[in-house]
């Protein structure tokens, strides 16, 4: 099927100013270094999936998810604002991870890489 080009702009418009606000305008102390990594709309444009990464440990996501839920009302607002949106998604935040998963990939193949050094 046949992306929708709206739709596709849509989406990097909302991850570019999303970025933006978390960097300049968010002041909750519990939002880290957050980085947005995707937005995806869904179809009925009702609700967006926003994908971001957070650097540190568990309680560090965990504290960034929360100040970005109770930061989603302003952001929405905003970004309605911005973006002169009719009708705003509501935020769905989902932790990416896909660098963990990469990490983790690379640190095997160091590992497998290491014990056929070893073996020789």
Same mark, same amino acid.
């Given at each position: 099927m046949?992306?929708? $080009?709206?739709?596709?702009r849509?989406?990097?418009?909302?991850?570019?100013?999303?970025?933006? &606000?978390?960097?300049?305008?968010?002041? %909750?102390?519990?939002?880290?270094f957050?980085?947005?990594?995707?937005?995806?709309?869904?179809?009925?444009?009702?609700t967006?999936?926003?994908?971001?990464?957070?650097?540190?440990? +568990? %309680?560090?996501?965990? %504290?960034?998810?929360?100040? &970005?839920?109770?930061?989603?009302?302003?952001?929405?607002?905003?970004?309605?604002?911005?973006?002169?949106?009719?009708?705003?998604?509501? $935020?769905?935040?989902m932790?990416? %991870?896909?660098?963990?998963?990469?990490?983790?990939? +690379?640190?095997?193949?160091?590992?497998?890489?290491?014990?056929?050094?070893?073996?020789?």
């Amino acid at each position: 099927m046949a992306k929708s $080009f709206r739709k596709e702009r849509l989406n990097e418009s909302i991850k570019e100013l999303l970025s933006e &606000l978390i960097l300049t305008r968010i002041k %909750d102390p519990r939002v880290g270094f957050v980085t947005i990594t995707g937005v995806e709309v869904a179809r009925d444009l009702v609700t967006a999936k926003v994908f971001y990464t957070v650097m540190g440990d +568990e %309680d560090e996501r965990k %504290d960034s998810k929360e100040g &970005l839920e109770s930061a989603k009302n302003f952001l929405r607002k905003t970004i309605s604002r911005e973006l002169k949106l009719r009708n705003t998604p509501d $935020f769905r935040f989902m932790y990416d %991870d896909t660098l963990d998963r990469s990490v983790e990939i +690379e640190d095997a193949i160091k590992r497998i890489h290491d014990d056929d050094e070893k073996e020789l």
